[in-house]
C-alpha cells in the first residue's frame, strides 16, 4: 500500500504500513534526522513535527493519520519561512537563528521538538509573554516537552529572540 504524504513542500509516497508510526518513516524511508526518538510515549517532544493541524508529536502516531496532509520537520522550517515571506531562498529560519544567537542547546537532543514548538506558538502568536511560553512548552500538546539538559531559560529567550528576527 502506497501513502502519500507531502513533506517539507515536497511529495512523497511511502510504502511501509499503514500503522508504522510517522517517526519511523521520516527517519528510515525519508531519511530525515531532525526528529528524534525519544521515550516511544508522545511524552517528552522530540519527534514533534509541524503538520496541519499544529505541532504533533510523531512517534506513536500511525503514518496513516498524516495522509494527504503537510508535514514539516526541522529540515523543512527555513523553505516554510521562505514561502512565507515570499523570498526565493533561506539558510536558517529566523527561529534557528535564535537558536544559534542564544546558544540554546547542550546535547542538542530536544532541540527538534523545541524549535517545532516554537514554531507553532510564533505562528499564532507574533509576541509571545514568557508565561504564553512557558505554556506552549509545558501545558499545550499530550504533555510538556523534555530538556534533560535543563535550558529552559535559553529556550525562552531563544523564542524571544525569534519573534524579534520574524516582526
Same mark, same amino acid.
Given at each position: 500500500?502506497?501513502?502519500?504524504?507531502? #513533506?517539507?513542500?515536497?511529495?512523497?509516497?511511502?510504502?511501509? +504500513?499503514?500503522?508504522?508510526? *510517522?517517526?519511523?518513516?521520516?527517519?528510515?524511508? =525519508?531519511? *530525515? +534526522?531532525?526528529?528524534?526518538?525519544?521515550?516511544?510515549?508522545?511524552?517528552?517532544?522530540?519527534? +514533534?513535527? @509541524?503538520?496541519?493541524?499544529?505541532?504533533? !508529536?510523531?512517534? #506513536?502516531?500511525?503514518?496513516?493519520?498524516?495522509?494527504?496532509?503537510?508535514?514539516?520537520?526541522?529540515?523543512? /522550517?527555513?523553505?516554510?519561512?521562505?514561502?512565507?515571506?515570499?523570498?526565493?531562498?533561506?539558510? @536558517?529560519?529566523?527561529?534557528?537563528?535564535?537558536?544559534?544567537?542564544?546558544?540554546?542547546?547542550?546535547?542538542?537532543?530536544?532541540? %527538534?521538538?523545541?524549535?517545532?514548538?516554537?514554531?507553532?506558538?510564533?505562528?499564532?502568536?507574533? %509576541?509571545?509573554?514568557?508565561?504564553?511560553?512557558?505554556?506552549?512548552?509545558?501545558?499545550?500538546?499530550?504533555?510538556?516537552? /523534555?530538556? !534533560?539538559?535543563?535550558?529552559?531559560?535559553?529556550?525562552?529567550?531563544?523564542?524571544? !529572540?525569534?519573534?524579534? =528576527?520574524?516582526?
Amino acid at each position: 500500500m502506497t501513502i502519500e504524504l507531502f #513533506v517539507n513542500s515536497k511529495k512523497a509516497e511511502v510504502t511501509s +504500513s499503514p500503522d508504522t508510526p *510517522l517517526l519511523y518513516v521520516l527517519r528510515g524511508e =525519508l531519511g *530525515l +534526522s531532525g526528529p528524534k526518538f525519544g521515550c516511544g510515549l508522545e511524552q517528552c517532544g522530540s519527534c +514533534s513535527v @509541524l503538520a496541519d493541524d499544529g505541532a504533533r !508529536r510523531t512517534c #506513536v502516531k500511525p503514518v496513516s493519520d498524516f495522509e494527504g496532509q503537510s508535514i514539516t520537520t526541522v529540515e523543512g /522550517l527555513p523553505a516554510l519561512w521562505a514561502t512565507d515571506k515570499k523570498i526565493r531562498h533561506v539558510d @536558517l529560519h529566523p527561529i534557528q537563528q535564535a537558536w544559534i544567537e542564544e546558544q540554546v542547546p547542550q546535547c542538542g537532543y530536544c532541540q %527538534n521538538g523545541m524549535m517545532i514548538t516554537a514554531a507553532n506558538l510564533l505562528a499564532g502568536n507574533a %509576541n509571545p509573554s514568557v508565561s504564553e511560553i512557558m505554556a506552549a512548552f509545558s501545558t499545550s500538546g499530550p504533555s510538556p516537552h /523534555l530538556c !534533560r539538559c535543563g535550558t529552559y531559560d535559553k529556550i525562552i529567550k531563544a523564542v524571544q !529572540r525569534a519573534a524579534e =528576527l520574524m516582526a
